[in-house]
Each structure stands twice: as C-alpha cells, then as structure tokens.
C-alpha cells in the first residue's frame, strides 16, 4: 500500500522548505544533521569573504552536490546561525547566495536569514535578541517538521512516512496555535521596542510546534483514516 501511495505522487516538487520534500516529495528526512555540514559551514565562514565562494565549492563537491546535500546544506547554515545569532547573521547573509544556489525557489528558511541580517538589531541589546533570534531560528526548524508531520514518536523519530498531503487536513487545527504565536515572534523581532523582544523571547521560548505536532500524531493515530482511505472520507470539521 505504501509503495502504490508513494506511487502515484505525479508532482515533481521543487523544495520551498527544508521539510516539503520529505513530507510530499519522496525523499527520506534526516532526523539528525551530520555533524560534518555544520562543521563545513563554520570552515567557510570562518574564510575572508573573498575566499569564501573558492572554500564553498570545495566543500559542496566534497560532499557530493546532491538536492539531498544542499538541503542539508541550507540547514546546516540555518542551525550554525541559530546557535550564536548576533555575530553569525552578517555571515550568514553572505553565505546565503552560495548555499542556495541551484534552487528554483529561495528556501524560505533562507529568505528569513536574509531579512534577519540586513535588518539586525543593535548589539547592545544583545541580552535579549541574542536567545530571542537562537529561539525564533530553531522554532522556525521545528515548525517546517512540524507541518510536515515529521515529529517524534514512540518507536523513532521522525515518522517514517508522513504522508503529510493525505492527513495535513486532520493535523492542522492542533498546529495552528503553535503557529500563529511562531509567526508573531518572528515578526516582533523586527520591531524596535525593547518590550516587544521581550515579549517575543516569553512567546518563543515556551513555544514548540514539534511538541503540538508528536500530539497531533497522537490523535491522528486514533481518528485519522488509512492513507489510502483519505478520498473517501469527508473533510475534518472546522471550528
């Protein structure tokens, strides 16, 4: 059943997130990034930035230049930002036009990188935008897996197959909480109140859409139909 599912997805999707693709795209999501394509970001960053694109290239073909590497790619720069922000966003913005190369579409992790580093607030706010911006990148991570309902669960992490265009509709209304308040926090982050970051820093940091995706999985184990029994049952009710 599983094959025939995975059969019959005549899309070709171009990736618009990290996650689509293994959430209706057929590729296999990687629950853990290899330790090497982070490491291979911070080598390239650390390079004066007209040696930078020479270092990338080196490193991109090292590891093979795959669509599957240069997602792993774009997260790596994305989790390398999110662990020291204030700092790394300058070369982040730089790096962005490197590792994005050979997509249609700017992943929109990437994009909200860029908008991040060309509107950078003042470093001497740094006690606060510094886990506000660790705490908005990670979650926006989380938040892609968590719409792909790429969450834990008991027997491993994430699910094997989401089949995320057949059972989105039944996860939705219990995501959608978790996202609108993400969304606020990444918008606050561009204000230029101090209140509002910390207001922001309170939202995100209890905030986790995977923990509200693992419930939605939960509940979709119980009351969501078979994949293959998904066009023959009525739509999930809206509130």
Not at 9 to 24: E, G
Request: proline share 8%; aromatic share 6%; charged share 25%.
């Amino acid at each position: 059943m599983r094959l025939r599912i995975e059969a019959a997805r005549s899309l070709d999707i171009a990736p618009q997130t990290l996650a689509l693709q293994a959430a209706v795209g057929g590729r296999p999501w990687t629950a853990e990034l290899p330790a090497s394509f982070k490491a291979g970001i911070a080598h390239v960053a650390s390079k004066p930035p007209a040696d930078r694109a020479k270092e990338w290239a080196t490193a991109r073909d090292t590891a093979g230049d795959t669509e599957a590497n240069r997602l792993l790619w774009c997260r790596a720069l994305t989790e390398w930002t999110a662990d020291d922000p204030l700092p790394r966003l300058p070369v982040a913005r730089d790096l962005v036009p490197l590792v994005s190369d050979g997509f249609a579409i700017r992943l929109a992790e990437l994009n909200f990188l860029a908008m991040l580093a060309r509107d950078l607030p003042p470093q001497s706010k740094a006690e606060v935008i510094g886990p506000l911006l660790t705490h908005v990148l990670r979650n926006r991570l989380k938040a892609e897996q968590a719409a792909a309902l790429l969450g834990h669960h008991k027997r491993g992490w994430p699910y094997h197959h989401p089949y995320a265009e057949c059972l989105y509709k039944w996860a939705a209304p219990g995501l959608a909480e978790h996202d609108a308040v993400r969304r606020e926090s990444e918008d606050l982050c561009f204000a230029t109140d101090e209140v509002k970051w910390k207001e922001a820093l309170d939202n995100a940091t209890w905030n986790d859409a995977l923990r509200a995706a693992e419930k939605a999985g939960r509940h979709l184990l119980l009351t969501a139909p078979a994949p293959a029994e998904t066009s023959a049952r009525p739509d999930p009710p809206t509130k």
